[in-house]
């Protein structure tokens, strides 16, 4: 565990006792309801695509004017898998880094910390989980041309592919990346004295989709003059995938296995700790208002006496064991609870009670309430 991570679990282990586990609770009752709903979106995405029809790309022509009124003006929701391709008279990209024919070229940039364990390697960042993680990619050149996915065995037909708008995620391919060292200068070391992080690297990726590279895509198909096209479904995690039809319907099913059990475990979770804080406060309110009641009655019990001017204050009566230990006049008559000390006599007893934190002069104990005790 890094340095932040430590920080960061401290700040939240403090923050939850600072309210007795109702903020873990809360926290994991927010999680509960977010998986719940993420959920609700991976059991609907599922439905869809298991629904969608898989349409061979020459088909799709008659399946759209087999819809409607043979306008085609009605989307069909579809799974094509096909070639990408240049389309006739088309371009295509030659991005600098590999010089390979693509449609697709994104360029990033990461810059990699100390606390980075290596980019093959597994690593739990719970800064990151939190807040902002510094290990961020930055885009700095995304460029596409209009392209086509082609049936490689029957070459009739194409199916335009429309990428503007389309918020999933591309089947990139890497296809070079390089590592720039990142100097280390006297602050760096001065940042590892502190504990935090500091640049060593800075990867240089780029990623592309190459032509004819086979790939899925899924979504509303419809008929624009001539051509067919093909549109991203917002709803659906899906849009261009290496993934074939059944292999996306597996990866949705087990990721909404995993977000139901995980709303299920944490939804429990979170009663729990509700519940048990709720108990908590409840009897916290008991014992503070038992204590006040019994404060109340030691107060007027204390009142008759001195006004019946007790025989408390006569020292020669009292035996030197029964003596209060703070005023060494009068009588012990209050005793503490919970420790069960009598070594007060009643006045004291108020003037200790009194202190910011009442505590028991005897066994340091603190006090909850007194009660005054009767001799005969
Ligand atoms: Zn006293
Ligand atoms: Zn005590």
Redesign the pocket.
């Known amino acids: 565990m890094s340095a932040r991570d430590r920080e960061t679990a401290v700040a939240l282990a403090r923050a939850a006792a600072a309210l007795d586990g109702a903020v873990v609770g809360l926290g994991t009752a927010a999680l509960a309801v977010a998986s719940w709903v993420k959920y609700l979106a991976a059991s609907g995405a599922l439905r869809r695509i298991a629904a969608a029809p898989v349409v061979a790309i020459p088909d799709l022509r008659s399946l759209l004017s087999g819809e409607g009124d043979g306008d085609g003006d009605e989307p069909v929701f579809a799974a094509v898998r096909g070639h990408v391709r240049v389309p006739p008279r088309g371009k295509f990209l030659v991005p600098p880094g590999s010089g390979e024919h693509c449609v697709v070229a994104k360029h990033t940039q990461m810059c990699l910390f100390n606390e980075w364990r290596g980019i093959f390697g597994w690593t739990f960042d719970l800064h990151a989980l939190f807040f902002k993680s510094l290990k961020e990619q930055i885009t700095t050149s995304f460029r596409w041309v209009p392209f086509v996915l082609v049936d490689p065995e029957n070459m009739t037909g194409m199916l335009h592919v429309k990428l503007d708008r389309a918020m999933q995620p591309l089947p990139l391919t890497t296809v070079y990346h390089k590592l720039i060292p990142v100097e280390s200068t006297p602050y760096t070391l001065f940042q590892t004295i502190i504990g935090n992080g500091y640049p060593i690297a800075l990867l240089d990726e780029e990623k592309i989709l190459p032509i004819g590279k086979e790939i899925t895509a899924i979504g509303f198909c419809r008929k624009n003059k001539a051509s067919v096209e093909i549109s991203s479904c917002p709803e659906i995690p899906f849009f261009l995938s290496e993934l074939t039809k059944d292999e996306m319907e597996a990866e949705l099913s087990s990721r909404a296995r995993t977000l139901f059990w995980a709303s299920v475990v944490l939804g429990t979770v979170s009663i729990c700790l509700l519940g048990f804080a709720t108990y908590r406060s409840w009897r916290k309110i008991k014992q503070r208002r038992e204590a006040r009641q019994a404060q109340e009655i030691f107060r007027q019990t204390t009142d008759d006496v001195t006004e019946g001017e007790s025989s408390d204050e006569e020292a020669g009566e009292v035996g030197d064991g029964q003596l ?1 230990v ?2 060494l ?2 009588r012990r008559r209050a005793a503490f609870i919970p420790c069960g000390h009598l070594v ?2 009643c ?2 007893a108020l003037i200790v009670e009194r202190h910011v934190e009442p505590l028991c002069p005897m066994c340091r104990q603190d006090i909850r309430f007194m009660i005054r005790i009767y001799g005969n």
Do not use: G, M, Q, S
């Open positions: 209060c703070i005023c006049r009068r007060c006599c006045n004291c």
